[in-house]
């Protein structure tokens, strides 16, 4: 196992992929997330596309989130206008997933009006709240956000994926290795998923609203830790000087942007076209033989990206 992670860990540096300079990695995902300035990265990459994504159309932030559908004993005709879906905002039904009932039941609670009012209603205050807010680093709040309510957003408002080639449900979804040139279709705009959850227009908007709370974070510093925190223009994006609350001054974008250039495909001797290429590759290089593990061994199901990180229950 270490040694399969010293191998890819290897692999992805020599493509560049390494978020980070060599040897302070910033992984998103283990024990160090929340010390190690990855939420930096989330959110800075984040807040770079929506500026390229704002600068060819205008794209509104939720200002809260979406409420969930209302009582039919309550409200009749609330209850028959969410059907309507008039905004687009309504909740997509659950699924499920033969063999995988922790998974079904994971999706399921997720879409439950309960887990709004106990989850999501709870994090919109926390994020908005400027003594919380004034406690964390960029980073803590980064990894925190990113780990807890994103990858919920994309999974509450997702819908079944389907294969675009013939509409068929894949309760597992694609996998993150799988770069057929069925799931290029615009149809697949599934949110449980990186390559396809751009295309769908929920997207845009709750990304927008996670955006919007790092202009809270820095009033709340303003207003309790007046000075800490400077505003500055990191590589095109308004952004923050590093210091004592923000712990990395070289977020991460993608190979090649380390100080240099947040333009693709200038990397010398390589085309705009390799870039895509090199992607796939470190997917490849991160999940491929995983996949073919999980594969072979049934051992680690095989779900979407954004639920690949259920805090279930240990078995
Ligand atoms: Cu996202």
Not at 110 to 133: C, G, M
Not at 147 to 167: F, I, K, Q, T
Request: hydrophobic content about 35%; some cysteine.
């Amino acid at each position: 196992m270490a040694q399969t992670l010293r191998r890819k860990t290897r692999r992805l540096r020599g493509i560049g992929w390494q978020p980070g300079p060599r040897g302070q990695e910033r992984d998103a995902r283990g024990e160090r997330k929340d010390r190690n300035g990855s939420g930096i990265d989330f959110f800075f990459m984040h807040r770079h596309m929506l500026g390229t994504a704002r600068s060819l159309q205008a794209i509104a932030s939720w200002p809260q989130f979406p409420a969930p559908q209302p009582a039919l004993e309550r409200d009749r005709l609330g209850f028959l206008r969410y059907f309507d879906n008039h905004d687009g905002f309504a909740l997509p039904p659950t699924w499920s997933a033969p063999d995988d009932s922790e998974y079904t039941q994971w999706v399921s609670d997720i879409k439950a009006a309960e887990t709004y009012h106990s989850n999501f209603q709870v994090w919109e205050s926390q994020y908005r709240d400027p003594r919380y807010l004034s406690r964390l680093t960029l980073g803590q709040l980064g990894s925190e956000m990113e780990l807890g309510l994103h990858d919920w957003l994309h999974m509450r408002w997702a819908s079944v994926p389907r294969d675009p080639s013939n509409g068929a449900p894949v309760p597992f979804a694609r996998a993150p290795s799988d770069f057929a040139a069925r799931w290029y279709a615009p149809e697949n705009d599934f949110l449980g998923d990186p390559f396809s959850s751009h295309v769908n227009p929920v997207f845009w908007h709750f990304h927008g609203w996670i955006d919007d709370r790092i202009e809270d974070w820095f009033r709340a510093h303003e207003r309790f830790n007046p000075g800490d925190v400077r505003r500055m223009q990191v590589n095109g994006v308004a952004w923050f000087a590093p210091g004592r609350w923000v712990e990395v001054g070289d977020p991460w974008l993608g190979p090649d942007t380390h100080g240099c250039s947040t333009t693709p495909g200038l990397q010398r001797g390589r085309t705009m076209e390799m870039d895509p290429e090199t992607m796939k590759l470190a997917l490849r290089i991160t999940f491929a033989e995983d996949d073919a593990l999980s594969g072979l061994f049934k051992r680690v199901p095989k779900r979407p990206w954004y639920a690949r990180h259920l805090k279930l229950k240990p078995v």
